[in-house]
């Protein structure tokens, strides 16, 4: 018998969160979702925190109770009546759990939040539109009765984008406007309603022959973390980019033009694959996170679906800097581009040589013997797409140069394990905050000559917490240079605590040469640091096109972009309530 | 003795134009800068305009007067002492010459103008700034003076890009503001002024080892046929595309960050590789034409200059239509993008074939016994770049793509021959004009669904024009369409007919699916369009940015963009003289 010898596990939820808890509103993805850490988290997680497994005997708050929202109601009886009576009544909710649900994202602070029963920024009123006549309607109604205007796209933001921090109507897109409305196999484009979700666009692409009458399958080449809970509406209007932005290119590469709903009208983009034609309105109107309107529908590329060329590699080098050097010379070298590339920073790389058991096995020893040490050596893993000849170019090309900088082979082995849970890590986040452990994440643009100042300056103020993990990857590549996202893990379950800390590793950003945001978006977190970060002409344009489509201020208002930054400011001091 | 065999020749001009004169303003490049038609051009020209060697024994109107300026000067002695004192007097001027040359671009109605010893719109006073500090004192001044502010860079606008139709002063960007400002390797970007011209910034970046210390040699990337004479700067603010873009990418794809000096003040943009902070300000200045703002620094993406890897192809197909479908399929293939192609419909192969003297040949004989008949077949050439085995790839691809689609190969000595030709053929236009005929085009972006459409649209409208020549290439792709560019040759020389004609291509273009422009850009001539082509809503916010830029309305007024287009409506008339 062994169960003298087995050694104690926490006792992770399993189950799915009840009804109308705050759990069922901050919870990672699909309810009856699960990703638990392994034993070797588990151990690591004890050994970095100075922790005992008494620690993880019982839970802190898990926000198990049902919501309750007792904010006020700023909207009039006459006003819901002119929403029911409009987009039907059906379509119209004012009970708690959606008053709360739909004006919360992902960020780790609303989780904290949420555990302690504080509801943030709640909607007044929830809305689903039927389509782009009911959103026009709704748009030109809160405009003339002044009522903020927010939009839920897939709930996936993780810096406040969603928070209806006046107050107003939620916009919800997924409940119907999740539709296809073209199919362009001629032109390789798709027409979407902003509320479809990513596996089932997805899956749309690759069922194309069945689905939609094509002559192939497709795919849409946007593969975010999020993806299984995002939508792609948010994509568009955040900016966001997947974890094969390197061949696909960006969301805003892909977006061929757009039609959104705004209180100065409705305005549908030019569909062309080029012009010159004065300033594209396209551009002006992507990554405008609902301020300038609502997205009611976009064109997108499509790519061919061609899983059987993919070629996965993976790489052990003995320096961070080495590892940056073939990055660069890899994405400068014009032979095309990986799809996914990705290069942890030596602490990174020790923690997952340690998940994967390899910290202290034979093949540790090896690449110990080889030059390739803890804390100095960094993984690089990926893989290429495209037509055979292509992938196999790239392929044979990033082989080479990755050699050429000092890097052993590990065989495309590590890349499968990453496919495999790429979108599932996210789940780890509520069994760590069970215990009172905080991990969140940050990210930021940045050039190739700032990115070791960045790197070691953000690492540097995290560091300085102590027991606190930081965990940098580089995941987006381009010629002039890449993105650094840092995961964060310590005890802390405080929220002002935590807040003093997160605001700090944004200050620390934008001191170092990074970018505010690589491909997060702004939300109504970060706003507070637009000024600084764009300059006052540049956020002076913002606003005009603001004060173009939006003279009411109702869509989104409250500190998005950091358009309407004068209501946040208060905010900003650690422990405000509404 | 062969005397009596030879043909008649029409004395093509030899001699630069003096200086002073019309012809000096108008001659497209170098002074002593010349391509004549050959025997076979001109016997075609003879053949289809019902012409005979007697219409070219005597020049039209040739420009070879001194240009006259008596175009009342709008600006005060005292606002000139101004502008001597600020940016010194040897670099302010006010002679009739620079007041015409410097408010001329090269459209062929200007051209015709010009001959007839029309001035249009002149300049009151030419300025060279020599710094951004002098351009932003001369801005500021300007904006309270309210004098209008135009911009010249190349001087090679196709649409009245430069025209000063409101008087004021012109900026001569090439004059001091030419030079490299910073050059980074790590990050393959560099700075430059805007009015450094293209064969100096090429020659720079081919020589980076020498010139700028640099580990390699690099090239820009954009050569668009006007590349000898346009500037850095001009290519940026028109939404330009080179001849290699399907490679390189459209301007727009090449620049990081920008610096405009508006009267709103100066705005650099951020300089991240990607960044999610909201709307770009770079996409929204990029295409602005001098209605915002005064470009004043630009730092783009450098590639690496390899013309050893470059491959050329050139086929024959039985059609267009099975040419564009070859070409559709090349640009969705995913396998990389050819640098330069070209594809020609049947009118322009068949007069490529008369000039190139395969008309009538044995290979004639040939092609036309395999299938590729006059009147049907088209030409399609082109050469990849890049790395040597993404070269090669692409080029393997291209090969099999074109075969499958019909396509014979023809090696690859018909591009070389377009290669060694590719800057020279604008020259041809003055000795056209010398002799009555014009020549001019028009171009457009277009998707692939609409592509026949237009073609057929626009052909239409100009064949039914008795005896005129219209041949259409596509010369930029993209995976969701490409570019149509129409040449039209007739014998016309009465301005206000050619007007009339030449608006009406424009008219056909938007009615028939494509866009305004693809990379010309829209100027003051085709701004009379933008309203019906982009809507209201897409112009309220070009108009809404030109109010916060420029309130007072002196950023390049009168038509540009059809920003201010009443002005410029009366203009429409034929026959039109200020």
């Given at each position: 018998m062994f169960t003298s010898k087995k050694s104690f596990e926490p006792q992770w939820s399993e189950e799915p969160p009840r009804e109308g808890t705050y759990r069922a509103v901050f919870k990672w993805g699909a309810p009856d979702g699960f990703k638990h850490p392994n034993h070797r988290l588990y151990a690591m997680l004890k050994e970095k925190f100075n922790m005992t497994d008494d620690d993880f005997r019982e839970k802190r708050k898990t926000g198990d109770e049902p919501v309750v929202c007792d904010a006020?109601?700023?909207?009039?009886?006459?006003?819901?009546?002119?929403?029911?009576?409009?987009?039907?009544?059906?379509?119209?909710?004012?009970?708690?759990?959606?008053?709360?649900k739909y004006a919360s994202g992902k960020t780790l602070e609303e989780a904290m939040m949420l555990r302690n029963g504080i509801n943030g920024d709640t909607a007044d009123l929830v809305l689903h539109p039927r389509d782009k006549e009911d959103v026009k309607a709704i748009v030109d109604y809160c405009n003339t009765e002044k009522i903020p205007v927010y939009v839920y796209g897939g709930g996936s933001s993780v810096n406040f984008g969603v928070r209806c921090v006046k107050g107003g109507v939620v916009l919800v897109m997924g409940t119907y406007m999740n539709r296809i409305l073209e199919f362009n196999e001629t032109n390789g484009t798709i027409t979407v309603e902003p509320g479809m979700m990513g596996p089932e666009y997805e899956q749309i692409l690759n069922d194309a022959p069945e689905r939609l009458g094509a002559k192939r399958s497709y795919t849409c080449g946007h593969f975010p973390q999020s993806f299984e809970y995002s939508s792609v509406g948010g994509w568009i209007v955040t900016l966001g980019s997947g974890q094969q932005s390197s061949y696909y290119g960006d969301m805003k590469d892909i977006v061929v033009s757009q039609e959104y709903v705004t209180p100065a009208g409705t305005i549908r983009t030019l569909n062309y694959p080029s012009t010159a034609t004065g300033p594209k309105v396209s551009d002006i109107m992507i990554g405008s996170e609902g301020a300038y309107g609502v997205l009611v529908s976009a064109t997108l590329k499509i790519f061919r679906y061609t899983p059987g060329t993919r070629k996965r590699f993976a790489f052990i080098f003995p320096s961070w800097e080495s590892t940056v050097d073939a990055a660069r010379e890899i994405f400068q070298g014009e032979f095309g581009t990986p799809s996914v590339f990705r290069i942890s920073d030596p602490e990174e790389t020790d923690v997952a040589l340690k998940l994967y058991g390899v910290e202290g096995s034979p093949f540790d020893k090896i690449m110990d013997f080889k030059g390739y040490r803890p804390r100095e050596r960094c993984l690089c893993i990926g893989h290429t797409e495209g037509e055979r000849g292509y992938s196999k170019n790239v392929y044979a090309n990033v082989k080479r140069i990755c050699k050429q900088y000092g890097g052993m082979s590990l065989t495309g082995y590590p890349v499968k394990q990453w496919e495999h849970g790429r979108f599932a890590d996210p789940y780890m986040r509520e069994d760590l905050n069970?215990?009172?452990?905080?991990?969140?994440?940050?990210?930021?643009?940045?050039?190739?000559?700032?990115?070791?100042?960045?790197?070691?300056?953000?690492?540097?103020?995290?560091?300085?917490?102590?027991?606190?993990?930081?965990?940098?990857?580089?995941?987006?590549?381009?010629?002039?240079?890449?993105?650094?996202?840092?995961?964060?893990?310590?005890?802390?379950?405080?929220?002002d605590q935590f807040r003093i800390f997160h605001r700090g590793v944004i200050d620390r950003i934008v001191a170092h040469g990074g970018s505010l945001s690589h491909h997060h978006g702004v939300g109504k977190m970060i706003g507070p640091w637009m000024d600084a970060h764009l300059g006052k002409e540049q956020m002076g344009v913002l606003?005009?096109?603001?004060?173009?489509?939006?003279?009411?201020?109702?869509?989104?208002?409250?500190?998005?972009?950091?358009?309407?930054?004068?209501?946040?400011?208060?905010?900003?001091?650690?422990?405000?309530?509404?």
């Open positions: 006020p109601v700023r909207i009039s009886q006459d006003q819901v009546g002119w929403f029911k009576n409009t987009i039907g009544a059906e379509n119209v909710h004012a009970d708690d759990f959606s008053r709360v069970d215990y009172g452990i905080m991990i969140d994440t940050l990210e930021s643009g940045v050039s190739w000559d700032a990115l070791h100042r960045l790197h070691q300056g953000v690492r540097e103020y995290i560091k300085a917490r102590p027991n606190t993990i930081c965990m940098t990857h580089a995941s987006h590549f381009y010629p002039q240079g890449t993105n650094l996202y840092f995961i964060f893990i310590g005890k802390m379950d405080e929220l606003r005009a096109l603001k004060k173009h489509f939006d003279p009411n201020n109702i869509m989104n208002p409250g500190g998005s972009l950091g358009l309407d930054l004068a209501d946040w400011e208060k905010r900003k001091a650690p422990g405000h309530r509404r």
